[in-house]
Structures are given as C-alpha cells and as structure tokens.
C-alpha cells in the first residue's frame, strides 16, 4: 500500500517560474491537505479538501492554488515563485470520521527552493 | 501569535530512562490533541491521541497527559530506545468549518543516547 505519494522530493526555482507539487493517495481518503513546514517551526496548513471538487483555504493560502479533480489527486500550483515559498512541503489525507478527529497520513514531503 | 508551543527544541536522553515532551496551548476551543513522530526525510506520522474529556491516553511505552486547567499536555516515552529519536509535533484542533484544522508546534528533537 503506497499511502500518500508526493512528487518531486526536491526542486529548485527561480524567481517567478511557476511548478506544480503532485500529490496522489491511494487509500480512498475524502480529505486531502497540505502543509509548510519552514525551519524551526511547525507545520502551517496551506489548503484543504473535503472532497472531489471541493477546496478551501488554510492559514497561509496566500500565492498558492489548489484542485481536486478525484477523490485521488490533490495537486498544489505556485504561480509565481518567491523565496518566500522556500519550504518543506507535505500533503497529508485522512478518512473522514465524524466521530472523532481523523489522524493524517503523511507522504515523505518536497523540499522546495526558490533562489 | 503561536497557539500550539512546544519551548524545548531538542531533549536528550539515556536509553531505558523516561522522556518527557511537553507542549502549551492557548486556545480555550482546542478539544483534541495528538502527537505526530517525524524521522528525517519523512512525513510526519500519527503517534498517540488524547480528547478533551480524558486527562491521560496510553498506548504501548507512549502515555499523553492532559492538563486543561493549565493548558498543558506531554508525553511520556517509557521505556525510551534508540529508534525513538525523532521530531516529536504536538498538535491541537478545533472545529472550523467544514474541516477541523489542526494547528502544529514547532517540535522536539528527542535524541536517546545508547
């Protein structure tokens, strides 16, 4: 079972270029999210998904954009890169449980640079 | 403004002794805590939970404690071993919309020493 599967693991950027974070699970989760971890904090939530379809904005949503074609898929695009968006980023899913808080699964992250 | 704090950035420890991890909140509306484990290149991974409701949560050498009234919850490794060195992440949630968000401290590097 590969879980959560995010590609590249690594990528350096120029300034203003634009790139596409993949990010695909395979455990029929309806929750999708994805994470920021800059050094020496914790992990800032960037956008969520409920569902296919459906999207909303995190904490730090700002030059970020997300879709939710499949249940599968949850692709994350930066448009103009800026080395500020120089990060750790993870996408995580997790089934949706109205009982009680669902754990996230976590893929292995994508370290990002933008120079 | 950090809502979920965890002040100690690395704890060592030898192994078979206890480690204790501790993190501080804010926000009166968390009502769920977990702990998440990250070794280096990884994602992090879902460790130990504890509601609101309860005051303590165990599983296996992981125990979590939760001190609402001074905003406080740790963790307990007991035994500890080698392969627990880690980034240890406190999180908190509250439900917001449609999803409940889960807000992360900027973890605790657990070294155990052999």
């Known amino acids: 079972n590969a879980g959560v599967t995010q590609t590249p693991k690594f990528r350096i950027l120029k300034i203003g270029q634009s790139m596409t974070l993949q990010c695909a699970q395979d455990?029929?989760?309806?929750?999708m999210y994805w994470y920021r971890q800059d050094p020496g904090m914790g992990l800032k939530l960037i956008y969520y998904?409920?569902?296919?379809?459906?999207?909303d904005k995190g904490e730090v949503p700002n030059g970020y954009n997300v879709s939710r074609s499949t249940t599968e898929d949850f692709p994350l695009r930066l448009e103009l890169a800026a080395p500020s968006q120089t990060s750790v980023y993870f996408c995580?899913?997790?089934?949706?449980?109205?009982?009680?808080?669902?754990?996230?699964?976590f893929g292995s992250g994508t370290q990002l640079s933008v120079l | 403004d950090q809502q979920v704090k965890q002040n100690s950035p690395s704890l060592s420890v030898q192994e078979g002794r206890i480690s204790i991890l501790n993190c501080d909140y804010t926000?009166?509306?968390?009502?769920?805590f977990l702990w998440y484990k990250k070794y280096p290149a990884e994602g992090p991974t879902f460790l130990i939970s504890?509601?609101?409701?309860?005051d303590k949560n165990e599983d296996g050498r992981f125990t979590v404690f939760l001190n609402k009234s001074a905003k406080h919850l740790s963790l307990h490794i007991v035994p500890s071993q080698p392969g627990d060195s880690a980034v240890y992440f406190c999180?908190?949630?509250?439900?917001?919309?449609?999803?409940?968000?889960?807000?992360f401290g900027s973890g605790t590097q657990l070294t155990v020493l052999p």
């Open positions: 995580a899913s997790s089934r949706r449980d109205p009982m009680t808080n669902e754990k996230l699964f």
């Open positions: 455990m029929n989760h309806n929750y």
């Open positions: 998904s409920v569902g296919a379809g459906i999207t």
């Open positions: 926000n009166s509306m968390f009502d769920y």
């Open positions: 504890i509601s609101s409701i309860k």
């Open positions: 999180a908190a949630s509250a439900s917001s919309g449609s999803a409940r968000q889960l807000t």
